[in-house]
């Protein structure tokens, strides 16, 4: 070992030994995990008769009994707050165990990270007792159990969903290279009508004449644009692709039925918080039940609104160095989260019955010099700031209506010109015209 080798591990081990000196002790008996799949190991960090730290390590299992007699040895020892990082969902059942006994703090891996050389489990563990034993750990957002339930199946639904979607998008792709344009003719290939015909080509017993007369409504008109683009042969195999699709699209939309009755039963005693949201241009009910899923009622878990931006990555992050500022686009955040207000952002921005609001007036300015998905992600910022008041206050939306903007932009183009003539030397009196 070098000799400036030899003065940084000695540098290392002096502020190891005196940081007791120098940082001050919040927590007498706290305790570090470090989580695996299959095993948990854990350090209880205690205050001697001295003040020094006194650490113990042992390494317990994850199955339910031992999960137990972690429990209980951390209640033996008199431990007060324990901390772990959020490993994947391994995590979870360690933190149900333990969440009614101790102040358990999720932390994020990133905000923990040690110095590099000393990566071990047993290392892991006693560093983050030592964050935690001088209050070094900033407690992640984990919302109460009845919360956590409503979110786990509600992120299920969302998977079930893509799945919905993925099937129809293959089933319009294999209808396309079989040369079927029905994708042309209708706006919705898999509605009541499109079904109708596609049953009929996986048959393949009708003519395209007699196919298009199964449409419906405002589709009849169409019949000989549908006979057009039903003229096509399909293939064995292609059939039997169409025929599976449609049997998986199906099973999809019955699962999301079943999905969506147990999710009402479940967020019946927010029913009060989802009509507050739904009160939002663009937030329909599944919407309002994922928000509520992924931040829970109780707002004092964020200190403000924009904490709360923060949190979820709504909100352009900070990158500056020497005065200089770098990329600020916005962080990964909850992406369940962020992508439902997104799209309840596009929705609310221009879908049908939200026209003429604030919302929908701002889109349309920030779209015009930013692009559409830039001005999408600013509305989403917009409306989980609504979130947090509407929620805190427990207030209905009141919409700013979309004159707003203009009687803004016009008051401030008033006073700038004021300001302008005043530095010039006029001393100027406003007076509203007569109508």
């Not at 009755?261 to 009160?279: C, F, G, K, N, T």
Request: charged content about 25%.
């Amino acid at each position: 070992m070098t000799g400036y080798e030899f003065d940084r591990a000695a540098s290392v081990v002096t502020s190891l030994e005196t940081k007791e000196e120098i940082m001050e002790v919040v927590v007498a008996c706290c305790a570090g995990l470090d989580v695996h799949q299959a095993s948990v190991v854990a350090c209880v960090n205690s205050t001697g008769h001295n003040g020094r730290s006194h650490k113990e390590v042992r390494t317990f299992g994850t199955m339910r009994d031992d999960l137990a007699a972690l429990r209980d040895w951390r209640k033996d020892a008199g431990v007060t707050q324990v901390a772990m990082e959020s490993t994947g969902v391994y995590w979870k059942p360690v933190y149900e165990m333990l969440e009614d006994h101790f102040d358990v703090l999720v932390a994020n891996a990133r905000h923990i990270k040690n110095v590099p050389g000393r990566k071990t489990d047993v290392k892991d563990c006693e560093w983050e007792s030592d964050l935690l034993r001088h209050g070094l750990i900033a407690r992640g957002f984990v919302p109460p159990r009845e919360i956590r339930d409503l979110r786990e199946l509600n992120r299920y639904r969302r998977k079930v969903a893509q799945v919905q979607t993925g099937e129809r998008n293959r089933l319009i792709k294999v209808l396309e290279t079989a040369g079927i344009k029905l994708a042309g003719v209708m706006s919705d290939v898999l509605g009541v009508s499109g079904r109708a015909m596609i049953r009929a080509l996986i048959e393949g017993e009708d003519p395209p004449e007699a196919m298009a007369k199964l449409a419906l409504g405002k589709l009849r008109k169409k019949q000989p644009d549908l006979a057009r683009a039903l003229d096509a042969p399909l293939k064995p195999h292609q059939r039997f692709m169409l025929r599976t699709q449609l049997a998986r699209i199906e099973q999809a939309e019955a699962d999301l039925a079943r999905i969506d009755a147990a999710l009402e039963e479940m967020v019946a005693p927010y029913r009060r918080h989802v009509e507050l949201l739904m009160s939002i241009p663009g937030v329909n009910w599944i919407n309002a039940v994922t928000i509520i899923a992924e931040i829970g009622v109780d707002m004092s878990a964020f200190h403000s609104a924009a904490h709360l931006a923060s949190w979820a990555g709504l909100c352009p992050g900070n990158n500056e160095s020497a005065g200089k500022k770098r990329s600020g686009k916005v962080r990964k955040g909850n992406v369940v989260l962020k992508t439902t207000l997104v799209n309840a952002a596009i929705a609310g921005s221009g879908g049908r019955g939200h026209k003429g609001t604030y919302l929908a007036d701002k889109f349309r300015r920030l779209a015009a010099r930013r692009g559409k998905m830039k001005a999408a992600v600013a509305i989403a910022h917009k409306i989980l700031v609504s979130v947090w008041h509407m929620l805190t206050d427990g207030t209905f939306y009141q919409d700013l209506g979309a004159e707003y903007l203009d009687n803004l932009d016009r008051t401030r183009n008033a006073r700038h010109l004021v300001r302008r003539l005043a530095n010039m030397g006029f001393d100027v009196q406003l007076t509203e015209k007569a109508a």
